[in-house]
């Protein structure tokens, strides 16, 4: 098996972070161009401007607010006072085994088994855990989790599955929007925008396909990224706790304590950033942003 440094691994996902984000920022330019052609030719120019602007200006929010993003999406709370001094000791003791700052520390209110972390760096980022791991885990097994979570970190994997979950949010916000206005435009006044259009009828084709298959492309970019680093996170865990068998009896008990229903809350968006994926579809595994747990633990006690 190739054995990858994780020096290696950061400094490939900051590479693959400014290719997706011109990928997707040319896509959005793309789709901006499109829409103006389709609704209003004379404009064309008008909504690339906007659309460039409003892609740049998104982009940047989402990227420096990434954790608060996160956290408001699941409605964690900073983790504060005495029944989470456990907690906070194992984030702390985590943190320095890695040489790397010690993330803000918060839960969230859901009795799944899950945890995430957020942010754009090392320096801005958070660790959020999920009220039922906290009592269901004991410490070893919680050093485990933490560990994987903080190797996230150390990797930049939560900058990269952020700025993918905002951008092919935005992708699909945009489709939407394009979609819907179509649809109102068929009720008031359709018969004029066809009459004043018939000459664009190749970008409204154009833009009905990049709105109806946006959503697979979105699912297909996830998928890309999310699998393989979920493997060099569990790696990592164990390179910082120097105990497979603490992670591999975490990942159990998730299972176990997974019912088939989404618990924890939050969207398909954010669900890469997650231990484990909050919104399985066992009817669809291939869809699925994260590896099987058995082939995780199966990996883990190979080591």
């Known amino acids: ?17 400014q290719i997706l984000i011109i990928l997707v920022f040319c896509v959005l330019v793309v789709f901006s161009y499109v829409i103006g052609r389709v609704f209003s030719p004379g404009s064309t120019l008008l909504f690339l401007i906007f659309g460039t602007l409003f892609s740049v200006g998104y982009i940047w929010y989402t990227y420096y607010n990434s954790d ?11 983790a504060e006072g005495p029944q989470f001094q456990q907690l906070r000791n194992v984030v702390e003791e985590m943190a ?3 040489g790397m700052p010690s993330p803000r520390v918060y839960v969230m209110p859901s009795p799944d088994l899950n945890a995430f972390a957020a942010g754009r760096d090392p320096e801005h980022s958070v660790v959020c855990v999920t009220e039922g791991l906290i009592k269901t885990l004991n410490r070893q097994e919680l050093q485990a989790v933490i560990a994987h979570e903080l190797t996230h970190i150390r990797n930049y994997d939560i900058r990269f599955v952020t700025l993918v979950a905002a951008m092919v949010g935005l992708v699909s916000i945009v489709s939407q929007m394009f979609l819907r206005s179509l649809w109102w435009g068929s009720l008031t006044g359709g018969r004029q925008s066809r009459s004043r259009g018939g000459g664009n009828l190749a970008f409204l084709v154009l833009g009905v396909l990049l709105a109806v298959l946006a959503p697979f492309i979105v699912k297909l970019v ?15 865990g164990v390179e910082l706790t120097r105990y497979p068998q603490g992670l591999v009896s975490a990942l159990r008990k998730i299972k176990s304590g997974y019912s088939g229903g989404p618990k ?17 579809n066992r009817l669809m595994s291939l869809f699925n942003t994260h590896p099987p747990i058995d082939e995780r633990i199966k990996i883990l006690e190979s080591m």
């Open 1 to 17: 098996m190739h054995k990858t440094s994780f020096y290696e691994q950061t400094s490939k996902n900051k590479r693959y972070s």
């Open 68 to 78: 608060k993003i996160a956290l408001s999406s699941v409605s964690a709370y900073p």
């Open 96 to 98: 320095i085994a890695g």
């Open 222 to 236: 996830q998928l890309a990224i999310s699998r393989r680093r979920e493997y060099m996170a569990d790696a990592g």
């Open 264 to 280: 924890t809350r939050g969207n398909a968006a954010v669900a890469p950033l997650f231990i484990e994926d909050p919104i399985k």
